[in-house]
């Protein structure tokens, strides 16, 4: 049940961040400086819900944000060689290839980013 809530928070992160992705991509940003701001941006969020709804933390702390936000760093790595992967060797002819290699970068994040934050960043709540 633990792993559908989080994919669930983490549906509505991808959301945040590819519709973030898609408008700052029509000013001009670089697609890899593009993709760092809407990990900023989602991880927030993220980090918010799956607090309060995925693993009912009982306080949020600055020192648990953090740590979420270190964990999902891996996320984000990975997200960015599969963004850099997709976008410049499979979809490189394609018209929305920035968008579409942005969205297989965030879904082959997940299950790092969820095993990261259960057993790192929320795991006092699962050890109770």
């Not at 049940?1 to 991808?14: D, E, N, P, R, T």
């Amino acid at each position: 049940m633990m792993l559908i809530k989080f994919a669930f928070v983490g549906g509505l992160g991808s959301v945040t961040n590819l519709a973030v992705f898609y408008v700052l991509s029509n000013f001009s940003i670089h697609y890899m400086l593009n993709s760092c701001i809407c990990f900023l941006i989602a991880v927030s969020q993220n980090y918010f819900l799956n607090a309060l709804f995925t693993f009912q933390s009982k306080e949020l702390s600055l020192v648990q944000y953090i740590s979420y936000v270190f964990a999902n760093i891996f996320g984000l790595c990975i997200n960015l060689c599969v963004l850099f992967i997709f976008r410049n060797f499979i979809f490189n002819d394609l018209h929305f290839k920035d968008l579409l290699s942005q969205a297989f970068g965030v879904a082959s994040a997940m299950i790092i980013n969820f095993l990261l934050s259960k057993y790192f960043v929320f795991h006092r709540k699962n050890n109770e």
